[in-house]
């Protein structure tokens, strides 16, 4: 294969996931602290498993929240209802082991715009050229797989569908320039002795078109519930835990990572609100013309607010320097950030499924 021309994969999981089930319940969790207390402290982590839920982490909040019933109605609104199945809302077994934050990260912390990172970290954002929201190709058309199967079990019914499902695109690129899909591959839970022959050709025949759009075409090489049943799915098939799919939540591999996790974390973790951040001035980079391609890194000191570092990488499309004085005019305080993008408010719950960016509706993506 010659310089030029490569190929990259990513995946994407749906809402049904075990991992994913376990990054909605923690998201919901904390929605239900900030709708009533903005100011709650909160880092919640959730293992599921067969019939149970356990919940754990540190909250400090004026709020009461039922935990049990914003667990079970997450359960719910994900699909998991069918009361002949281990998983299901009104069956799971639910055991709450929250605490409160340790206060003396509460007090090294503190509030308003000169408020300290919650904690030592580095976070990487990235932008490109490559789709209309910004992000590379191959994530992009992943999660437009599983958001469709989503779509297609809740909107138009399809009466075989389940939740848990996984997909994976693989894109040739000549150069920088993504040029054609060159394999598929769909697994997705259905219901018990469904035709797998059905289910194919129903994947290859509606699914695929829908969701790749102009890059659909014939002679994509597929892999359909490769091992064959997927009848069995969810957390009665696997364990599912909060901060499992890093990489489904971001840029599928084709950035940096900086390793937090973001569900379940308030925006003073900077794991989560400073990688919105980066997210965001890599893409003022682009969309300034600076470069077509921009990887950003910021780091933080624990208690401290300023950021103790920017990097700017424009993978050869752009002039690095410039694209970090660029970077340095925004305010990458904590507080700042939190100001900046609203963080304070319930908004969690809308991030956790099909990647934390490229939907237009979060404050980050836009302009």
Not at 167 to 181: D, H, L, N
Not at 319 to 337: L, Y
Not at 349 to 361: E, I, L, M, V
Request: glycine share 10%.
């Amino acid at each position: 294969m010659s310089a030029r021309s490569h190929v990259f994969t990513s995946e994407s999981v749906s809402e049904g996931n075990p991992d994913k089930v376990a990054d909605g319940i923690s998201d919901a969790l904390l929605d239900a602290w900030l709708a009533q207390d903005s100011h709650s402290r909160v880092a919640v982590e959730t293992l599921v498993k067969d019939d149970n839920v356990i919940v754990a982490g540190e909250v400090t909040s004026a709020a009461a929240v039922d935990v049990g019933a914003v667990v079970r109605r997450v359960v719910r609104d994900i699909g998991y209802n069918d009361p002949s199945r281990r998983f299901h809302a009104d069956g799971v077994k639910i055991t709450n082991l929250i605490g409160e934050q340790a206060p003396d990260i509460a007090r090294g912390v503190g509030r308003g715009l000169d408020q300290g990172a919650g904690d030592q970290g580095l976070v990487f954002g990235f932008a490109c050229r490559e789709t209309p929201e910004l992000l590379p190709l191959p994530i992009a058309l992943a999660h437009a797989l599983t958001r469709r199967l989503a779509h297609e079990r809740k909107v138009n019914q399809v009466p075989w569908l389940r939740p848990d499902a996984k997909s994976q695109v693989t894109v040739r690129f000549e150069g920088t320039r993504p040029v054609e899909v060159t394999d598929v591959v769909v697994s997705t839970q259905h219901a018990t002795g469904f035709d797998q022959e059905e289910l194919r050709a129903w994947v290859r025949g509606r699914l695929l078109p829908a969701a790749l759009g102009p890059w659909h075409h014939e002679r994509i090489r597929t892999f359909i519930n490769p091992t064959g049943a997927f009848d069995v799915g969810g957390p009665e098939g696997d364990c599912g835990l909060t901060g499992r799919k890093i990489i489904v939540d971001t840029y599928g591999g084709y950035a940096r990572h900086g390793g937090g996790a973001f569900s379940g974390k308030d925006p003073s973790k900077v794991d989560r609100s400073a990688a919105y951040f980066a997210r965001w001035v890599a893409r003022q980079i682009v969309l300034s013309g600076l470069a077509a391609t921009a990887e950003v890194q910021v780091a933080y000191a624990i208690g401290i607010a300023k950021p103790v570092s920017f990097l700017v990488d424009t993978r050869g499309t752009g002039d690095d320097a410039r694209a970090v004085k660029f970077a340095e005019n925004f305010d990458g305080r904590p507080g700042a950030i939190i100001e900046q993008f609203g963080l304070l408010r319930p908004i969690y719950s809308t991030t956790t499924n099909y990647g934390h960016f490229g939907k237009p509706a979060l404050p980050w993506e836009l302009p």
